[in-house]
């Protein structure tokens, strides 16, 4: 099926973009942690540049690509931040002898 209408594949990938920007900032906060939200978001983002470069659609590449590149950008951002959070965690919990049973 060959899409005649470029505005038609233009409006389609800014409603997907919408959806999935929209379902992560109204899902519940106990859900899922802030990097995986961030990490699935880039992922959707490289998905959507690989389609704009499979059908030669400037537009869908370059946005798919921005999309992705912020989303890695916060996803490394809320990791170390929720590393940081549980080692200090465990250095609270068990004091001086906290190293052998911090898993990370």
Same mark, same amino acid.
């Given at each position: 099926m060959k899409?005649?209408?470029k505005k038609t594949v233009s409006i389609a990938l800014l409603g997907v973009l919408a959806t999935s920007a929209l379902g992560g900032v109204f899902a519940?906060?106990?859900?899922?942690?802030?990097?995986?939200?961030? /990490?699935n978001f880039a992922i959707a983002g490289g998905a959507?540049?690989?389609y704009g470069l499979l059908k030669h659609n400037k537009?869908?590449?370059?946005?798919?690509?921005?999309?992705g590149g912020y989303s890695l950008y916060r996803y490394n951002k809320a990791h170390k931040k929720e590393k940081?959070?549980? /080692?200090?965690?465990?250095?609270? /919990?068990y004091g001086r002898n906290w190293r052998s049973h911090y898993p990370g």
């Open positions: 899409i005649q209408n519940p906060v106990a859900e899922a942690k802030s990097s995986t939200k961030w /990490r959507i540049a690989g537009t869908a590449t370059i946005a798919g690509l921005a999309a940081k959070h549980s /080692r200090a965690w465990y250095q609270q /919990r």
